[in-house]
């Protein structure tokens, strides 16, 4: 367990997402507001070091914002199988003329 109190997770919550071309950002002074692609009902993403890991809706209680976890997303299975790999999934190159691995 002591391993444990020692680590460090970088937790995110995303409330929504928005595009926009660079030079409109870079306009943008303090206080300005970005309208986001998502209402107040839509379900937010948790982040876990960049890793989506759940999901949930945000709760306000009198002047407290908070999320329900609503959804764990499980990690995918990984394929692993000798030959040529990429990164730390270990996911084989598709060879893409005939679509063997």
């Known amino acids: ?7 460090k997770v970088d937790l995110k919550v995303v409330l929504g997402r928005s595009h926009m071309p660079l030079h409109m950002l870079l306009r943008m002074g303090r206080g300005a507001v970005i309208e ?10 948790i982040l876990a070091n960049d890793h989506p890991i759940a999901r949930g809706q945000i709760v ?3 002047n407290r914002i908070s999320i329900e976890v609503t959804e764990l997303i499980r990690k995918a299975s990984v394929i ?11 996911v084989p190159i598709l060879d893409h003329a005939d679509g063997r691995i």
Request: avoid cysteine; hydrophobic fraction near 35%.
């Open 60 to 62: 306000v209680t009198g």
């Open 1 to 7: 367990m002591a391993v444990l109190e020692d680590l």
């Open 36 to 45: 986001l692609e998502s209402t107040e009902t839509d379900m937010v993403e």
């Open 80 to 90: 692993r199988t000798p030959g040529v790999t990429i990164g730390e999934g270990e």
